[in-house]
């Protein structure tokens, strides 16, 4: 997992760490342009990887300034995706110079800013991120889906040596992408666009109204001009941004009208029983990809244990983060979760029954025994007292009056 951070200060972070079956493995300081792991088996990885120092350094720049160029660039392009009203369906294909144990070429599809399929060309195979995509568009669409991916592919590392040799570059790393994609808004109106962008900087957009393709670099103005002299291939692009993009995502809305849905995590976090253990269940949220870290005075916790991301039966996932603690220790422990569903990240605070809680439960407790041993005792002298009215006879007078409900005989 990579990326970068940008503040409404403009202060910027930029992260690169592995995961193995839900544990941290290995992550990437960029200060100080090392590898720390957090697991013994682990060290011997961090000293390979450590010895590319080269790599290492383009790493470093890559989260510092390129991906902060292209955050930058997805901020603005995503405009009218984040407008109210308005539904997008987005291709990002992304070619690489190769870098050890990284694909050399990356597909991803959002609908609505939601992850909607994946490729690389490690694996080679189109991953949905639900198996109903599939079974809604049937085998023989799902397979020409894959073939046009794969021609991006092509295209993609036939472009990487053009750019190279048009920007004098013999070797490095080195990014080449494709950005195309189209919006349905509510009143009808739709637009469609396509660029490609090169170490993090544009370098042709198709203008869709004169059929032409626009360059901000002056090293671009030949691949432009070449560019240009393909009408047929413009032809067919414009179509497909204003015909078939539109169709498609119509399709996508339709399909995935349930699952396209955003829905905010229910997070609880707790001790087990009488266990020295804390944990942090976060469940009932779409879309999967979301963020979970415990927390002890501010410092995150890097030694947790974790079920990993679970679905659940309605669609939704689940996950559950958990670390052993002592009872007795007063630091503060929370759980912070990060979600496209929430606007800010929720922290929930683990506040644990203290002494003199359990010192006021007891007080209550033995207060109300002690008021239900009062009733008791006084029913009972009620009861008793009540029987012996009920059981007295008064004395009948000698001239045959009558009996007196009094205590006293009349004379």
Same mark, same amino acid.
């Given at each position: 997992m990579t990326g970068c951070d940008l503040s409404d200060d403009g202060n910027t972070t930029g992260f690169n760490q592995y995961g193995w079956d839900g544990l941290d493995f290995i992550s990437f300081d960029k200060d100080l342009l090392v590898w720390v792991t957090p697991v013994p088996w682990g060290e011997i990885i961090k000293q390979k990887w450590e010895g590319s120092t080269v790599i290492n350094q383009r790493w470093k720049r890559y989260l510092e300034v390129e991906c902060i160029e292209w955050l930058r660039k997805y901020l603005e392009y995503g405009q009218k995706?984040?407008?109210? *009203?308005?539904h997008s369906l987005r291709y990002f294909f992304t070619g690489m110079t190769l870098i050890p144990d990284f694909p050399e070429f990356v597909a991803v599809v959002y609908v609505d800013g939601v992850q909607f %399929?994946?490729? $690389?060309?490690?694996?080679?195979? #189109?991953?949905?991120?639900?198996?109903?995509?599939?079974?809604?568009?049937?085998?023989?669409? /799902?397979?020409?889906?894959?073939? +046009?991916?794969?021609?991006?592919?092509?295209y993609l590392k036939a472009d990487i040596p053009l750019y190279m040799s048009h920007t004098n570059q013999t070797g490095g790393v080195h990014v080449c992408q494709m950005m195309t994609? @189209? $919006?349905?808004?509510?009143?009808?109106?739709?637009? *469609? +666009?396509?660029?490609?962008? /090169?170490?993090?900087?544009?370098?042709?957009?198709?203008?869709?109204? !004169?059929?032409? /393709? %626009?360059?901000?670099v002056p090293w671009g103005e030949s691949i432009k001009n070449r560019c240009d002299r393909q009408t047929g291939h413009i032809q067919r692009?414009? !179509?497909? #941004?204003? %015909?078939? @993009?539109?169709?498609?995502?119509?399709?996508? #809305?339709?399909?995935?009208?349930?699952?396209?849905?955003? %829905?905010?995590?229910?997070?609880?976090?707790?001790?087990? *029983? $009488?266990?020295?253990?804390?944990? @942090?269940?976060?469940?009932g949220f779409y879309?999967?990809?979301?963020?979970?870290?415990? /927390?002890?005075?501010g410092v995150v916790i890097d030694e947790t244990l974790s079920t990993g991301i679970l679905p659940n039966p309605d669609s939704t996932y689940q996950i559950r983060k958990w670390v052993e603690f002592d009872p007795e220790d007063q630091a503060e422990y929370s759980c912070r979760v990060e979600h496209s569903g929430m606007k800010e990240t929720l922290v929930v605070i683990y506040e644990p029954k203290s002494r003199s809680q359990v010192a006021l439960t007891v007080g209550i407790v033995v207060g109300v025994l002690v008021l239900i041993a009062l009733i008791i005792v006084a029913v009972v002298i009620y009861n008793k007292k009540g029987r012996g009215k009920n059981d007295y006879n008064p004395t009948n007078t000698s001239d045959g009056g009558d009996s007196s409900s009094s205590s006293s005989s009349r004379s």
């Open positions: 995706l984040l407008r109210v *009203g308005s %399929v994946m490729y $690389d060309s490690d694996r080679r195979e #189109l991953i949905p991120r639900e198996q109903w995509m599939v079974e809604s568009e049937g085998p023989a669409a /799902w397979e020409r889906k894959k073939i +046009f991916t794969e021609e991006q592919e092509m994609g @189209c $919006d349905l808004r509510d009143d009808g109106t739709t637009s *469609g +666009f396509s660029q490609y962008g /090169w170490d993090g900087h544009d370098v042709l957009s198709l203008d869709n109204e !004169h059929m032409v /393709w %626009v360059t901000p692009l414009k !179509h497909y #941004l204003e %015909v078939e @993009c539109i169709e498609w995502l119509r399709k996508y #809305l339709e399909y995935g009208q349930r699952e396209l849905r955003v %829905v905010a995590p229910v997070v609880s976090f707790t001790r087990l *029983g $009488d266990s020295n253990r804390l944990s @942090c269940a976060v469940t879309p999967q990809a979301i963020e979970v870290n415990l /927390w002890r005075d």
